[in-house]
């Protein structure tokens, strides 16, 4: 989950009309609200298919855990004999086209229908499937919820003056980590006093 986090920031910087239509629907459903409940994901479509795609696009686990094959099997053509290791490509899934419209894409869409309500996707796996799923899985969709729209309400984030673009390629070490990058967090307040001001 503490991985992940990262991801949040690098996404917010690179999509500013993502990141505007997540402001406006934190600002006309939660309004003045101060306490922010897991439930209120469901209220929240656009903002719930973003932290999807976040999860998604930034995966951090390539592999799922080592598995032992119990028994012989043949599997779309491939002769798996017991006692094999099999190590699962969670990424292949998370990226496999005929899964998602545009895999290589941070697209929040992957997870909307026409009508803007959300939907899941059986191929959205960063926890892990079966008997070997992530063991924190509720605690790390609990806390990402919540740490995403007080990140969102609190902050419109921007990069620090001279810094154009972020580095989105991986470090590959023992989970899928973001590059290194700086980010300058402005309270709503400043932005609209900023606004405000004559030029």
């Not at 409940?37 to 855990?65: C, M, S, W």
């Not at 959300?118 to 609990?142: Q, T």
Request: proline fraction near 7%; charged fraction near 25%.
């Amino acid at each position: 989950m503490c991985q992940t986090k990262p991801y949040i920031l690098d996404t917010d910087l690179l999509h500013v009309q993502i990141t505007e239509n997540i402001h406006r629907e934190l600002d006309q459903v939660l309004q003045d609200s101060s306490a922010i409940k897991y439930e209120d994901r469901k209220r929240l479509p656009y903002t719930n298919a973003v932290i999807h795609e976040i999860q998604r696009f930034g995966n951090i686990a390539a592999t799922g855990t080592m598995r032992s094959s119990i028994k012989d099997i043949t599997l779309d053509g491939y002769s798996i004999k017991k006692g094999m290791h099999i190590l699962p490509n969670l990424d292949s899934v998370l990226h496999d086209p005929v899964c998602w419209d545009k895999p290589d894409k941070f697209n929040p869409e992957h997870f909307l229908d026409k009508a803007g309500n959300f939907k899941s996707n059986e191929a959205f796996l960063p926890f892990s499937a079966g008997h070997r799923v992530c063991l924190g899985e509720k605690l790390a969709r609990f806390e990402l919820v919540i740490f995403f729209i007080t990140l969102m309400r609190a902050f419109r984030f921007q990069l620090p003056k001279g810094v154009t673009e972020v580095n989105t390629k991986y470090i590959a070490k023992m989970t899928l980590q973001p590059q290194p990058f700086k980010v300058q967090p402005i309270p709503p307040q400043e932005l609209e006093e900023q606004a405000e001001e004559p030029r």
